[in-house]
């Protein structure tokens, strides 16, 4: 990447961008150590032999991170935060597994006050084999263009807030 993500202003829904990474027993290993999860599903060979995935698996919350990293690299400099992730776990992942994760916008809301807006995607995650192994929903607030920043200022690209009114005070008799 060139350190030029997606601005706000040029996503639009139904957009879909894709991520593959291979996963390596480096992941396995680091990912226990990173949440401190040992379960021998993860970490121990002869025991993951015996169990109903026949090898050890990558937690769920490693591939649900990965499935975000896809997401940081889409909007890469132009993020400001990654508000809401939720990850649906469908099969296992294997070291060796390649993941593409696909994201889908499948919504916008304007926020002029922060210089962008809130992006809201689905997602899926398939192995090399095109089984589903994960899906989720993620929000990101984005920063928009200069361009876009600049007309929502002056008014030019949103329609202008309405203040209530306040009622008066009740008369007293």
């Known amino acids: 990447m060139d ?4 601005h706000y202003d040029e996503v639009r829904l139904g957009d879909a961008f894709r991520r593959s990474l291979t996963v390596t027993d480096t992941h396995l290993v ?5 949440i401190g999860d040992f379960n021998p599903h993860h970490v121990d060979d002869a025991y993951a032999a015996g ?8 937690h769920g919350v490693m591939t649900s991170a990965i499935m975000g990293g896809a997401v ?5 400099g132009t993020a400001v935060a990654y508000l809401e992730h939720a990850t649906r776990f469908v099969a296992p992942v ?5 993941l593409t994760t696909t994201w889908t916008v499948v919504g916008r809301t ?13 997602a899926t995650a398939v192995n090399q084999r095109g089984e589903t192994v994960a899906e989720g929903d993620g ?12 007309a929502h200022a002056r008014g ?8 209530p009114r306040k009622k008066p005070p009740a008369r007293r008799k």
Do not use: E, Q
Request: cysteine-free.
């Open 3 to 6: 350190g030029s993500g997606r």
């Open 30 to 34: 680091v990912g226990a150590g990173l």
């Open 51 to 58: 169990t109903r995935f026949g090898t050890r698996v990558l």
């Open 72 to 76: 940081g690299m889409i909007f890469h």
């Open 94 to 98: 294997r070291a060796g597994d390649t």
């Open 110 to 122: 304007d926020k002029p006050k922060h210089g962008g807006g809130i992006v809201a995607m689905r």
């Open 139 to 150: 929000k990101m607030l984005v920063r928009a263009s200069a361009a876009w920043i600049a």
């Open 156 to 163: 030019g690209g949103a329609p202008a807030k309405r203040t």
